[in-house]
């Protein structure tokens, strides 16, 4: 069964700094999700990807994935208290529907 | 067009009672799926059914669990004789097709205490 790994499993960092989450899955990825999670609420879908070096943005967040696919990269430029939350990677199942097996999450806190 | 809907928010149960979650999945969506999110843990795929159908429930535990997706209404996790262990968040989601191309919609989820 495929496994997701991510890390770091949280982080604190500065409002306006730079941060990076990475997520490595235990074999080649079919599909990549980005999720964020706000504390005691449901999941923000963020971003897909699904070939080998694709990369895409949206507002501050790049998400990357590698060529071999079996890595991405989450990155969050000048972060701000709004991003504050659980970060979460999934894989999509390649059965052709969205069944997707989650990381276990990276909990993101950004100090004002 | 309001998102997917789950309620109730939180449910509480003694030990050996049932519970029933319902999701409303959003409008034109007729693909739902369920997943359990235990106290530091990872958020774990349970069932995907179809209108009428279950397509793969290779994540619900042997017992006590059945979910459905009746023609008319919403979508029912139902758990039988619930045990502390069952005390987690479940969360529903729903999409339009089979495909992932725009991930899923989640909603806010039921947060199950087994007391």
Redesign the interface.
């Known amino acids: 069964s495929q496994e997701l790994e991510q890390s770091p499993q949280s982080l604190i960092v500065q409002e306006g700094k730079n941060l990076t989450i990475n997520c490595t899955s235990s074999k080649t990825l079919y599909g990549l999700y980005w999720y964020k999670q706000k504390y005691g609420e449901g999941l923000i879908f963020l971003m897909m990807l699904q070939k080998g070096g694709e990369e895409k943005s949206h507002e501050k967040i790049t998400a990357k994935l590698d060529e071999k696919k079996q890595q991405s990269s989450l990155h969050i430029t000048a972060s701000q208290p709004s991003h504050a939350g659980i970060y979460l990677c999934g894989a999509l199942n390649s059965g052709g529907y969205q069944k997707v097996t989650f990381g276990t999450g990276t909990k993101l806190q950004v100090i004002p | 067009n309001a998102g997917?809907m789950q309620n109730p928010r939180h449910l509480v149960r003694r030990r050996g009672q049932e519970a029933r979650l319902r999701c409303s999945p959003m409008k034109g969506h007729s693909?739902v799926?369920w997943?359990r999110q235990l106290p530091e843990?990872?958020?774990?795929?349970m069932v995907?059914l179809q209108k009428e159908n279950i397509?793969?429930e290779s994540g619900m535990p042997k017992e006590r669990f059945s979910a459905e997706f009746p023609k008319e209404g919403p979508s029912i996790l139902r758990i039988q004789q619930v045990v502390r262990g069952d005390s987690a968040a479940y969360?529903c989601?729903s999409?339009p097709d089979?495909?992932?191309?725009?991930?899923?919609?989640?909603?806010?989820?039921t947060?199950l205490t087994v007391v």
């Open positions: 997917v693909h799926y997943y843990e990872g958020l774990k795929f995907y397509i793969d969360f989601a999409s089979r495909g992932g191309g725009n991930g899923y919609t989640f909603g806010s989820g947060r």
